[in-house]
């Protein structure tokens, strides 16, 4: 079962920021917020993980609502080799072994 | 990233064939699953095993057959498939399972093709 809704695509600009939005209005306290990218054809690659407050890294940073029902991944600035599909996922299940992946949001950058 | 390896990257087999599927991680994790992606469609988890043990099996037929000998390598084997088989298989490894440990690493995957 879905706990993550994504728009299935978006737009974005060489050099722009990307901002990719997710949905968890039934994300309870203990859950992470994950997000993984996977470029055509390839494994998925983890980007950053969350709790409650804000992260950033050397790929991107993740803003989280203060009620935990939405957050937000930002890729600075977006390059070609950024077009991918994101995934944005909340744990699923108490035994922690379960990460549903959904069908993400296809991010294609143009140049 | 060359942190999990996966072997062979493509695989053609006909409905008959036995084949395995390979995977090694090379970050010290102690967990390793396989996860099905088929076209369209979203990541389906496969098997997980913890230390060596299996410990997820989600309704997968029995001619997939996985082996973990060790915490770093996992084999999925392959046998009498289906062309609906046809699928990228996915390996991740993690730290441990459960909490934020359970962040995974992907391999490249095996694109296979049963004809």
């Known amino acids: 079962d879905a706990k993550t809704t994504q728009p299935p695509s978006m737009d974005c600009a060489e050099g722009r920021a990307a901002n990719l939005p997710c949905n968890h209005s039934t994300i309870s306290g203990n859950e992470y917020v994950y997000w993984y990218r996977q470029i055509h054809s390839q494994g998925p690659q983890y980007i950053i993980h969350g709790l409650k407050n804000n992260e950033t890294n050397e790929m991107a940073s993740l803003i989280i609502t203060e009620d935990r029902k939405s957050s937000t991944l930002i890729l600075p600035h977006a390059t070609l080799r950024d077009t991918a599909v994101y995934y944005c996922i909340v744990r699923v299940g108490n035994t922690g072994n379960q990460f549903y992946f959904g069908t993400g949001t296809s991010l294609t950058v143009i140049p | 990233e060359t942190g999990v390896t996966q072997t062979p990257r493509h695989l053609v087999m006909g409905m008959t064939n036995k084949k395995s599927l390979k995977c090694e991680q090379h970050l010290g994790h102690n967990a390793m699953y396989w996860y099905k992606q088929s076209a369209k469609k979203p990541l389906e988890l496969m098997f997980v095993y913890s230390l060596e043990e299996r410990v997820e099996n989600n309704s997968v037929p029995s001619r997939f057959s996985p082996e973990c000998p060790n915490s770093s390598h996992l084999f999925l084997h392959l046998h009498t498939l289906q062309p609906e088989d046809s699928a990228l298989y996915l390996c991740?490894?993690?730290?441990?399972?459960?909490?934020?440990?359970?962040?995974?690493?992907f391999g490249p995957g095996t694109r296979l093709l049963v004809l």
């Open positions: 991740a490894s993690s730290q441990e399972l459960g909490g934020v440990l359970e962040t995974q690493y």
